[in-house]
């Protein structure tokens, strides 16, 4: 890993969330979803997509959910969430991709996950992100087919 690399995640802060940080996490989904999913899904599915986290509904899962926030100084730049066995909605700014923040996060829930003795980590990845967990050790369990569009069930267990 880059000196710069190690620097930058160094200067990284990670904190649950709270109702008041569901518009910018919302407003960093959104983003991401635009940016990292256009290649893999039509413009239909994008809008569904990014209308399952208005500021609302992601209130909603705040509430419900552990959602660790990752910051680089005062910039929200990722978020990753567990419910259950489930790692659910992570993201990672665009701007900041290929910098190891989504590995650190990853990591982060499934840590937490361990210590609530869950033994096998299952998520819905998108078509785009499936590689990303693939290298993480996520294994691909089947094809799912939604209303927002294709997405991959896999699973980990957690050793």
Known sequence: MSRDRLAAIKSLNTRQATVADAIPLSG???????VSNSKDYDQKSIDMLCAIFEPEPVAERIENELILLCFMGTELVGAVGLKDDYLRSMFVDPTYHGRGLGKMLVSRIEEEARQKAIPEMMLHSSLTAREFYSALGYEFVEFQ?????????MSKPLR
Not at 147 to 153: A, K, Q, T
């Open 28 to 34: 960093l989904i959104q983003r991401t979803i635009r």
């Open 145 to 153: 087919s939604y209303p927002e569009g294709p997405f991959v069930l």
